[in-house]
């Protein structure tokens, strides 16, 4: 299987990096914004040409499919160019900026039945698939998560400390991750949310700090906290409360509510969300099915983020 990647930033090596370990799957072009670095990524990887026109790369010979890690402003309407194209795609979370752009890539997958996900990535994190498996087996019943989303971000650089050219979002990108994550291991559309938002950056131009809450129908709740402003420690930290015990996990790490160690290294074939991610991608194309992930699954999680917006700007 042949497939492009757009977007050879930080998010867009990690799933070079997944790729790599996947059988049976060639990444045969690399697109980013301005053509050097773009070839030295090609070159890193061992991938025979790179551009800046994503035109360009999805008419090379043989190709099945793209994966976007662009510029968040930019998902939806490559997303829908990549269907125009005949490719099936995998577009990095969020799936778009707006309820409506978001709503307009899932009328393309259902009219051309093209392989249309998104990276939701905590449904494939080894650590939130177990809680996951426990929910499914009737062990656990979440009653509440708490969710802390924290950076110390004042100018626009990525994940890797690197410079990019556009604005990240506490929103439409980081709240995109627990809000689909509480609603898909709830097993539950979220009914009801109130959003708060702190001062606007006066460069960046967005929130630094945001707290939203949520509530599923039959009751459980989800409180989720983010911030820009925090000076460590950095990244997204899960408590799940349950009725039948409280989990918390930190990234790939899984701990119970006294901090004892759960191993999950063997709840997948990897420990590396990129990549399980990846492969559920590549699998679904193989096999003609719907991915977990796919972008009508996920598609509610965005209207939930449009009624937050809806309050701030009210």
């Keep these: 299987m042949k497939v492009v990647l757009a977007g050879a930033g930080a998010f867009g090596k990690k799933h070079l990096?997944?790729?790599a370990n996947i059988d049976g799957v060639d990444c045969v072009s690399v697109v980013g914004r301005t053509l050097e670095p773009t070839q030295k990524i090609a070159e890193q990887y061992g991938i025979g040409h790179a551009t800046t026109d994503l035109s360009e790369a999805l008419d090379r010979p043989g190709v099945d499919a793209a994966i976007l890690c662009t510029p968040t402003q930019m998902h939806a309407d490559q997303a829908i160019q990549c269907m125009d194209a005949g490719k099936h795609v995998q577009v990095e979370i969020p799936l778009a900026d707006s309820l409506a752009d978001a709503e307009a890539v899932l009328a393309k997958q259902r009219e051309t039945g093209l392989v249309a996900m998104c990276g939701h990535t905590r449904r494939f994190n080894p650590s939130h698939q177990w809680v996951r498996n426990k929910i499914a087996a009737g062990e656990l019943n979440i009653q509440q998560m708490d969710v802390q989303t924290y950076f110390f971000r004042r100018k626009n650089i990525n994940a890797a400390g690197e410079p990019r050219s556009w604005t990240d979002h506490l929103l439409w990108h980081h709240a995109a991750h627990t809000?689909?994550?509480?609603q898909y291991q709830a097993g539950e559309r979220i009914v009801q949310v109130n959003g708060m938002e702190g001062p606007h950056h006066p460069e960046l131009g967005i929130a630094m700090d945001m707290s939203i809450q949520m509530k599923t129908e039959s009751?459980?709740?989800?409180?989720?906290?983010?911030s820009f402003n925090n000076d460590g420690p950095l990244g997204t930290f899960f408590r799940y409360i349950c009725d039948n015990g409280t989990y918390i996990a930190r990234y790939d790490d899984l701990v119970d509510g006294y901090e004892n160690t759960i191993d999950v290294s063997k709840v997948d074939v990897?420990?590396?969300?990129?990549?399980l991610q990846d492969r559920e991608f590549f699998a679904s194309i193989r096999e003609g099915?719907?991915?977990?992930?796919?972008?009508?699954?996920?598609?509610?999680?965005?209207r939930v983020l449009h009624e937050v917006e809806q309050q701030f700007s009210s």
């Design 270 to 275: 990897s420990m590396n969300g990129i990549e």
């Design 219 to 226: 009751g459980k709740i989800c409180t989720l906290s983010l």
């Design 179 to 182: 809000v689909d994550l509480f």
């Design 17 to 19: 990096d997944g790729i």
């Design 289 to 302: 099915r719907e991915p977990n992930s796919s972008v009508a699954q996920v598609l509610d999680c965005y």
